[in-house]
Every structure is written in structure tokens, then in C-alpha cells.
């Protein structure tokens, strides 16, 4: 799958750029134990670090990162980015006055009739200053960074078929869950995690476990539930 990012040419020594998933595991995963005790059942439990699906859902797919520090108190959003003004002195077209801004807002009315419809507060959006391409069949599957509720905001789903719509910007709207958050947004905090998906129609079929499926179910349950390598070691498939 390839994938093609294009920004303007004054903002490329300014920008981060979107990066594998899997470059971006954070610290507190690294550092995070494979067992801890419990409380409730007196003794040593295995944390999420022994689930190999957790992991794999935060490395698969590409980060789009914050291109600058952004510092939050309150409703107040403030920045310092010093980039070059688009420029007319290139064989490139000058695209046009794009938002300098990392940060923009839409209105509490653009959600009218969702469940997160909240009158008096609206959604912040971050900007993006790359194009992204795929290849034909594939669209791209925009979410909050996989398993990251350490971040005060929640990026909101879409899916962009970004085969056919990939000479503008695309950006990243997201709900702001933390009221009470006072600091700062580094450059390079993952504001969007993107999975190209082959658009295909999807075959729902329904059966019975019947006795043949039973006679690996319950073996491997029991499996399960004695040795904790098990999915890792004979069921997990690399991820390229």
C-alpha cells in the first residue's frame, strides 16, 4: 500500500511528518507492567501488556501529529508558529492563502442531533497542511489515536476516500473531554490515527457452533486461560 503525503513546499522543513503507528507506542505503554496484584482476587493478574490486540491496534495504520506546540487554559488556545507566507516565486501555482492556523473551530450547531450536541460548547479542529493519497479501491479510515484516553480531546471517526479526494487538506475535528486541562500540546502529539481499507462489499453469513467447531472451542479455551502466549505465539499474524 502506498501512500502519498504533499505539503506546501515552504512549510516542508516545518512540518512533522505523519509517521507509522508503530513509531508512536507511547511511554506510558513502554514502561507499563505485564502483571500487577489485585485487590479483589489476592493475587498477581496480567495487565493489557500481555494482550497482544491492544498493542496491535495502536501500531497498525499511520499518525497524523500536532505540527506545532499548542498551549490550552481553559477555552484559550495559543500558539507560536513562525512559518514562511505561501509564496508566488516558484513554477508552483500559489495555492491560495491556506489556514496558518493548527487550530480551528467549528460551531456547536454543526452538531445538532448528535448525542454530543451540547449547546454552549462547540468541537475544536486540528489542521492538517498535507495531502494523502492511496491507491485506487482504498479509503482512509480516520480515529482517535487507538487506546490514547490519556489525551484531553477524542478525534472524531470518518472515512475519506481518499483515492479520488486527495488534493486538499484533510482535517481532524474532535470532541474536548477535558474541561479542566491547563498546559501544553506538544508538537508531534498524535491528533489522528489513519487505516487505509479496500472498499469491499461485506457477506454476513450466520451457523450453529456445531460439534466440529465445539471440539477446538472448548480445548482451546481451556488453553487459554493457562497459558498466556498462547494468541501471540500460534495466532498472531505480523503486522507489515
Known amino acids: 500500500?502506498?501512500?502519498t503525503f504533499r505539503c506546501p513546499a515552504e512549510l516542508r522543513d516545518h512540518l512533522p511528518k505523519p509517521h507509522l503507528a508503530k513509531r508512536g507506542i507511547p511511554d506510558w505503554y513502554k514502561k507499563m507492567p505485564m502483571a500487577a496484584f489485585s485487590d479483589d482476587l489476592d493475587r498477581d493478574v496480567q495487565t493489557v501488556k500481555q494482550c497482544?490486540?491492544?498493542l496491535d491496534a495502536m501500531a497498525y495504520g499511520f499518525i497524523v501529529p500536532l505540527p506545532v506546540d499548542v498551549t490550552v487554559d481553559g477555552h484559550d488556545?495559543?500558539?507560536?508558529?513562525d512559518i514562511p507566507q505561501p509564496s508566488d516565486d516558484s513554477d508552483v501555482p500559489n495555492i491560495g492563502l491556506y489556514n496558518q492556523s493548527p487550530v480551528g473551530f467549528h460551531t456547536p450547531a454543526q452538531a445538532t442531533g448528535t448525542p454530543y450536541f451540547n449547546e454552549g460548547i462547540g468541537f475544536v479542529k486540528f489542521n492538517c497542511f498535507w495531502?494523502?493519497?492511496?491507491e485506487p479501491g482504498?479509503?482512509?479510515?480516520?480515529?482517535h489515536p487507538a487506546n490514547r484516553y490519556d489525551l484531553p480531546f477524542?478525534?472524531?471517526?470518518?472515512?475519506?476516500?481518499?483515492?479520488?479526494?486527495?488534493?486538499?487538506?484533510?482535517?481532524?475535528p474532535v470532541l474536548w473531554t477535558d474541561p479542566d486541562f491547563k498546559g501544553t500540546l506538544p508538537k508531534?502529539?498524535?491528533?489522528?490515527?489513519?487505516?487505509?481499507?479496500?472498499r469491499q462489499q461485506h457477506e454476513l453469513v450466520y451457523e450453529d457452533i456445531d460439534h466440529a467447531h465445539a471440539?477446538?472451542?472448548?480445548?482451546?479455551?481451556r488453553e487459554l486461560s493457562h497459558n498466556v502466549n498462547v494468541y501471540k505465539d500460534r495466532f498472531r499474524v505480523k503486522k507489515l
Open 215 to 221: 471440539g477446538k472451542f472448548l480445548p482451546l479455551t
Open 154 to 172: 477524542r478525534t472524531i471517526n470518518g472515512l475519506v476516500d481518499a483515492d479520488t479526494y486527495n488534493e486538499v487538506f484533510v482535517n481532524f
Open 188 to 198: 508531534g502529539t498524535p491528533v489522528a490515527q489513519c487505516i487505509a481499507i479496500n
Open 138 to 143: 482504498y479509503s482512509l479510515y480516520v480515529m
Open 1 to 3: 500500500m502506498k501512500i
Open 77 to 81: 488556545f495559543s500558539w507560536n508558529w
Open 131 to 134: 495531502t494523502i493519497e492511496l
Open 52 to 54: 497482544p490486540p491492544f
